[in-house]
């Protein structure tokens, strides 16, 4: 299907911090006419705010349509991709959101709070699509959009940013009933780097699960040696780093085999498998039926 792209200034990228969180937003913004996105996936959380017109989005096994002022939070590693509709019409802006710490400031320097902790926390629990409506959000999208047309404004599009973020924060909360205590000392009997470290860990095999060197990545992560990185990965998981990394990949594995038309040597190559034959064991002794098989269910 072919599209072509309306006259529309781009956003640019830009990194925003407060407190001991640091937030890149990767954007683009597009006004499209039959628009057709083959099925992908990223690493990131990609937000996208519907201008205005209609769009469907499938993500995972799931069609969400979208309407304008709605905003679709999708999470690391979800497969999606654009439905559309013949001379369906809209636009959108897009970000990949980036959450990281902020190494400018350190938390240990204040117990009492860590915006870090607090937004990671609520954006890591986030294991689907949701398609969510912030009237505060949306306002500040439009402004973004106005302030974009005007050079004069532009330095005050982080600001925006930073509130867009944090509607959606809330958003998510609020629908989920997230705990996400914003004292470090009260947040769980966990002390405050087990919860630093198990955040990190979660988000390291969520983005680097077919890495080949994952363990000496974690480690250097970590700040550990070998055998404290073993021992605290299973003390916070419940599992060895090898078995959460083989359970990320045939998890993904899945999701693949059901949602595209990847042969499956790809498939084992694109989740960390240098041999087919290890893929092919590995998925029978989880799934008790070969990829092929799987695939033709």
Sequence with gaps: ???????????????????????????????????????????????????????????????????????????????????????????????????????????????????????????????????????FAAQHFQTLLRWNEQPEWKHRIPTLLSLIFCEIADTIQQNHIIYA???LKEADQLSITDQKRKYLIEQFISLHYNSSTATDDLMQLLHLSRRQTDRVVRMLMGESLSVLLIQQRMRTAQILLRNTN????????????????????????????????????
Aim: some cysteine.
């Design 181 to 183: 205590s914003a004292s």
């Design 262 to 297: 990847m042969q499956i040597s790809e498939i084992a190559h694109e989740i960390g498998y240098t041999s087919y034959v290890g893929f092919y064991s590995t998925f029978r002794s989880y799934f008790g039926c070969s990829p092929d098989e799987y695939r033709q269910q």
């Design 1 to 135: 299907m072919e599209y072509h792209v309306l006259p529309m200034q781009e956003l640019e990228n830009y990194t925003v911090t407060f407190g001991d969180l640091e937030i890149q937003f990767l954007s683009s913004m597009k006004a499209l006419v039959n628009d057709y996105s083959d099925i992908h996936y990223h690493t990131c959380f990609e937000i996208q705010y519907m201008i205005d017109g209609s769009n469907s989005i499938e993500a995972g096994d799931t069609v969400y349509p979208m309407f304008g002022g709605d905003i679709l939070c999708i999470p690391p590693n979800t497969l999606h991709r654009n439905l559309i509709t013949e001379n369906e019409q809209f636009r959108r802006i897009c970000f990949s959101v980036i959450i990281g710490r902020n190494t400018a400031v350190s938390s240990e320097n204040n117990e009492q709070f860590s915006e870090y902790l607090y937004y990671s926390r609520i954006f890591a629990s986030v294991q689907r699509t949701q398609c969510i409506q912030n009237a």
